[in-house]
């Protein structure tokens, strides 16, 4: 597995490829991750792993392979461009003879350009090439404006699809992701959805809300909102904010947690606009993540209204839902569609009014917070069981290597 984030970093990716890999160890398989070393999304390396340019560790039955890569915060394209490139020479040079023999080798995308690196180590090793693309890049980063050079965006976009015809499989984590692929003239027998889902022995109903609440700042007599993950340009936090200063006057409380590009400026806007209601928290390590959602009342999901971001599905839907608690997203398309099917209630992104009096309907009505909780879990247990989707995932893999 070629990944540029890993634990101990947090967020989705990290949570997805560990869990993956752990549960593929388990069941007896032979298991190297290829990483940097942590920085994201603060770009500060850990004090252990400074000064240091290449580190063999194992974690649950894993064997992970880090190497030096160039350290930067997570917001600035040139410094984040220069980053990824790092880790593409690094994880060859510095690590791939370390690699050992190998049947399949995976990579996770993005970032980018660890496919080129995924695609050397293939070759040198005789190995199949299966490549996991968790966004649509560059087409996401083109919607959002943030690229607009159409010479760059040509240029990405040729080596994006010469990444998919050469990979043997392509893994997509939505429907939508898929028909793009299929639509871009990749060969529809090639591309595969594996969605996201939940570790639902980590994540399960009736934990003490007290721990996280204390933490938190927020007394047993509140609505908790809580939102969890990324504070980046694509989530579209402002609206949650908006929609946190119109229920003011209501016993509710929205609690930030995570780390992003966005939040300094978040908390500037809160501040400046006399937001009292909110808060901001650090992100918290995975296995604090289940006490902290045992805490909420509510949790938010939230993207930009951009028409790309409707085969954009949140991993976090699953460990609330996991959790067994009331969601309210702001978002459309293939996420909404799994939340209503989940009990939750859907609303259009960026419409702080509507967001407003989707969540107003719940504070105070605690029945209908755990009829909706209960929905949810019941549909990550039938569809979203991370194990069962690991299985699948290694079935695939083992397909790679007997096409027929």
């Known amino acids: 597995m070629v990944t540029h984030y890993f634990p101990p970093e947090i967020g989705a990716p990290q949570a997805r490829l560990s869990e993956m890999t752990r549960y593929w160890a388990e069941a007896g398989e032979d298991v190297t991750v290829l990483t940097g070393m942590p920085n994201h999304p603060t770009g500060v390396i850990p004090p252990e792993y400074r000064g240091v340019i290449r580190r063999t560790e194992h974690r649950d039955g894993v064997r992970v392979l880090r190497s030096w890569v160039y350290a930067t915060p997570n917001e600035g394209v040139i410094k984040k461009t220069l980053g990824h490139l790092s880790f593409m020479v690094s994880s060859?040079?510095?690590?791939?003879r370390s690699v050992g023999p190998t049947d399949v080798v995976v990579v996770s995308s993005p970032t980018f350009f660890s496919i080129f690196s995924a695609w050397a180590l293939a070759k040198l090793r005789s190995a199949a090439l299966v490549v996991e693309v968790r966004d649509l890049w560059p087409a996401i980063f083109?919607?959002?404006?943030?690229?607009?050079?159409?010479?760059?965006?040509?240029?990405?976009?040729?080596?994006?699809?010469?990444?998919?015809?050469?990979?043997?499989?392509?893994v997509v984590v939505s429907e939508g992701f898929r028909e793009d692929l299929i639509r871009r003239g990749v060969p529809a027998a090639k591309v595969t959805t594996i969605r996201n889902g939940v570790d639902l022995d980590l994540f399960q109903v009736g934990r003490d809300p007290s721990r996280g609440r204390e933490w938190l700042g927020v007394g047993p007599d509140t609505t908790l909102v809580v939102y969890l993950g990324a504070h980046g340009i694509s989530h579209g936090l402002e609206t949650v904010l908006r929609a946190a200063q119109r229920l003011q006057e209501e016993s509710v409380h929205f609690a930030f947690v995570g780390e992003g590009a966005m939040k300094d400026g978040l908390v500037v806007?809160?501040?400046?606009?006399?937001?009292?209601?909110?808060?901001?928290?650090?992100?918290?390590?995975?296995?604090?993540?289940?006490?902290?959602l045992a805490s909420a009342d509510v949790c938010l999901v939230s993207l930009r209204d951009v028409p790309l971001f409707s085969t954009f599905i949140p991993s976090k839907?699953?460990?609330?839902?996991?959790?067994?608690?009331?969601?309210?997203?702001a978002v459309r398309g293939e996420p909404a569609e799994i939340l209503r099917d989940g009990g939750a209630s859907v609303v259009a992104p960026e419409d702080d009014e509507a967001l407003a009096s989707a969540l107003q309907a719940l504070v105070g009505d605690a029945p209908a917070r755990a009829s909706m909780g209960a929905r949810g879990r019941a549909l990550v247990e039938e569809h979203f069981d991370r194990r069962a989707i690991a299985k699948r995932y290694r079935d695939l893999l083992a397909q790679t290597l007997n096409p027929n």
């Open 142 to 170: 083109v919607e959002l404006g943030v690229l607009t050079n159409r010479r760059i965006i040509r240029i990405l976009e040729r080596l994006e699809l010469w990444a998919y015809r050469t990979a043997d499989a392509v």
């Open 269 to 292: 806007l809160a501040k400046s606009e006399g937001i009292s209601n909110v808060s901001f928290h650090a992100g918290v390590p995975r296995k604090e993540v289940p006490d902290l």
């Open 92 to 96: 060859v040079v510095l690590q791939g």
């Open 317 to 329: 839907i699953f460990e609330y839902f996991g959790a067994g608690k009331a969601v309210v997203g």
